[in-house]
C-alpha cells in the first residue's frame, strides 16, 4: 500500500469492509483480538466505530501493524504444543460464551487473513495495480535477511 496513491489506498471500492486500508486495518484488528483474548488481555478499543479512520496514512498503519506481530510472535513463542491443543472459552461479539481448540482459532486466524488477502489483490488488479507476490516463504526469508 505504500507505493500506492493513499486517495486510492482510502478509496470506497464496496468490497468487505469499504477501502483497501479499512480491510487490511480490519485483518489487524481481529488478529490483535484472537491474540489478546487467547492471552487474556483486553480486547477494549479495537473494533472500534472508526477504527480504519484513526489511520490518517500509512505509516500509522505500519505502526500498528508492528504492534500486532510483536504482539502475535511473543504469544506464539510462548505457546506449547500442549495449550495449542487445548480448549479456549471465551465471549464472542455477540455476547455468546463459544468454546474452540486453541489451534482452531489460530487457523481461523490465517484463513481470515488468507480471505481479505485476496480481496485486496482483486482490488489492486480492478486499479491496474500490480499486486505484489507475498508468499510465506518470501516473508521468512526477509525476516532472516532484515537486521
Known amino acids: 500500500m505504500a507505493e500506492i496513491p493513499w486517495h486510492t489506498v482510502t478509496e470506497d471500492v464496496g468490497a468487505s469492509f469499504a477501502s483497501t486500508r479499512d480491510i487490511f486495518v480490519h485483518c489487524l484488528d481481529a488478529e490483535q483480538v484472537w491474540i489478546r483474548r487467547l492471552e487474556g488481555s483486553s480486547t477494549d478499543r479495537i473494533y472500534g466505530p472508526s477504527s480504519a479512520a ?9 505502526k500498528y501493524a508492528d504492534i500486532v506481530e510483536r504482539e ?14 487445548s480448549s479456549f472459552e471465551y ?16 487457523m481461523h486466524v490465517i484463513e481470515e487473513e488468507i480471505h481479505h488477502r485476496g480481496e485486496i489483490m ?3 488488479w ?4 500490480e499486486a505484489p507476490y507475498v508468499s510465506y516463504t518470501q516473508y521468512k526469508v526477509q525476516m532472516q535477511t532484515t537486521p
Open 54 to 62: 484513526d489511520f490518517p496514512n500509512i505509516n500509522s498503519i505500519q
Open 72 to 85: 502475535t510472535n511473543e504469544y506464539l513463542a510462548r505457546l506449547t504444543d500442549e495449550k495449542l491443543r
Open 91 to 106: 465471549k464472542a461479539r455477540d455476547g455468546k460464551i463459544k468454546h474452540n481448540i486453541i489451534e482452531d482459532i489460530l
Open 122 to 124: 482483486c482490488i489492486y
Open 126 to 129: 480492478q486499479h491496474e495495480i
